[in-house]
Every structure is written in structure tokens, then in C-alpha cells.
T-cell receptor, first 113, second 116 residues
Framework: GESVGLHLPTLSVQEGDNSIINCAYS??????FIWYKQESGKGPQFIID?????DKRQGQRVTVLLNKTVKHLSLQIAATQPGDSAVYFC????????????FGKGTTLSVSS | GEEVAQTPKHLVRGEGQKAKLYCAPI?????VFWYQQVLKNEFKFLIS????????ETGMPKERFSAKCLPNSPCSLEIQATKLEDSAVYFC??????????????FGPGTRLTVL
């Protein structure tokens, strides 16, 4: 079936570096995308979202890029900190109220100081 | 409340026993979702509610799983006759209704179910 997938299961960076986490999706009908951060023993925490009428959205230290042509989503974290260490999931759905999320497999980000 | 609350945090059951999990969505949120996460990996959607009505149950194993969201009570997810493969973390999420578009889903801390 169609699902959201991630390119790399793990990513290791040094503190202060910029991190880029990638995600590929296959459902052309998806038009809402979200990045979640999950720390050990906790539930997913919302980071940033983007709708398909945009190709870039910025938050505090984070930027999400959407390339609909190649069905690619990325999360950029600037000046990565040890507290950013977690598993990052991208998720997609149809932009209608109450629609369930389809999650990708997750990328584990490890930040060393 | 301002956060999704889930109880219990951990639940251990012998195979064949019943398990019941609870979720209190964020106050004012109209939608409640249940997801299952196995081995810290993928999330599988189970069921969603719009207030007390089932909205989407396409992910629910029909035979042993049931769920309810009754007025003035926490939502619940019940598994009859648990199996080893039901061992997972079950997350509840809620979102508000702000029109025809989807809204951010906020997740609770999860209930870890271990079936022995």
C-alpha cells in the first residue's frame, strides 16, 4: 500500500551543525504534511506542518521543505543541540477534518557535543 | 486539560486477558484518534471519533478491539482476549475542529501494553 517513508534510519551530527532529515511520500492525494519528534518513552511532539499550497515553511530553528514534483519532504534543524536527539517522523494525510495520519518509519537523530 | 492524558502508563496482561486503556483529549477538541506503535517504529491508525461518534474505524481489528468516546467520560480502547502480538504502545491523539481542513493532532504519552 502507499505510505510515507524515510531515506535514512539514523543520522549522527555534531552539536552546532545543521541537520537535514528526509522523507519520501508516495500518495499523490496527500496535501498535508507534518513532522513530529518523539523522545524515548514519550508521545510524538508536533514540530511543524506544511500544506501542499506551500513549498517552504519556517519555524524556530526548523524549516520544512516540500517538493511535490518528486514527492519529497525534508526537515532542516539549524544549530542542532543535544536536546534535539530523538526519533523524527514525517506524517501525511488528506487535508480534511478528522483524517488519520499515515506515518513514515522514523529517523533517529543523535547529537554529540 | 491542555494536554492529552492517557492511563495507565503501563499495563501487563496474560494472553487471553482483557485490557482497557483510557484517554482524555484536550478540552474543546472534537476529534480523538487511536494509534498503535510497535517496537518504537511505525504507527498504525486504529480508529477515530468525532465527539462520541465513530468517524473512521478502518484500522480496527474487528474481532477483539473496541473503542468508545462517551460524553463526560474518558475515551477508551478495549482489547478482549489479548494476544502476544498486541504488545505495543497505544497512543491517543486529539485535534480541534476548525472547519473543513485537518488540524494538528496532539498526542498523549501513550500506554505501554505488554502481553505475556
Amino acid at each position: 500500500g502507499e505510505s510515507v517513508g524515510l531515506h535514512l534510519p539514523t543520522l549522527s551530527v555534531q552539536e552546532g551543525d545543521n541537520s537535514i532529515i528526509n522523507c519520501a511520500y508516495s500518495n499523490s492525494a496527500s496535501d498535508y504534511f507534518i513532522w513530529y519528534k518523539q523522545e524515548s518513552g514519550k508521545g510524538p511532539q508536533f514540530i511543524i506542518d506544511i500544506r501542499s499550497n506551500m513549498d517552504k515553511r519556517q519555524g524556530q530553528r526548523v524549516t520544512v521543505l516540500l517538493n511535490k514534483t518528486v514527492k519529497h519532504l525534508s526537515l532542516q534543524i539549524a544549530a542542532t543541540q543535544p536536546g534535539d536527539s530523538a526519533v523524527y517522523f514525517c506524517a501525511e494525510n488528506i487535508d480534511q477534518a478528522g483524517t488519520a495520519l499515515i506515518f513514515g518509519k522514523g529517523t533517529t537523530l543523535s547529537v554529540s557535543s | 486539560g491542555e494536554e492529552v492524558a492517557q492511563t495507565p502508563k503501563h499495563l501487563v496482561r496474560g494472553e487471553g486477558q482483557k485490557a482497557k486503556l483510557y484517554c482524555a483529549p484536550i478540552k474543546g477538541h472534537s476529534y480523538v484518534f487511536w494509534y498503535q506503535q510497535v517496537l518504537k517504529n511505525e504507527f498504525k491508525f486504529l480508529i477515530s471519533f468525532q465527539n462520541e461518534n465513530v468517524f473512521d474505524e478502518t484500522g480496527m481489528p474487528k474481532e477483539r478491539f473496541s473503542a468508545k468516546c462517551l460524553p463526560n467520560s474518558p475515551c477508551s480502547l478495549e482489547i478482549q482476549a489479548t494476544k502476544l502480538e498486541d504488545s505495543a504502545v497505544y497512543f491517543c491523539a486529539s485535534s480541534q475542529y476548525s472547519g473543513e481542513n485537518t488540524d494538528t493532532q496532539y498526542f498523549g504519552p501513550g500506554t505501554r501494553l505488554t502481553v505475556l
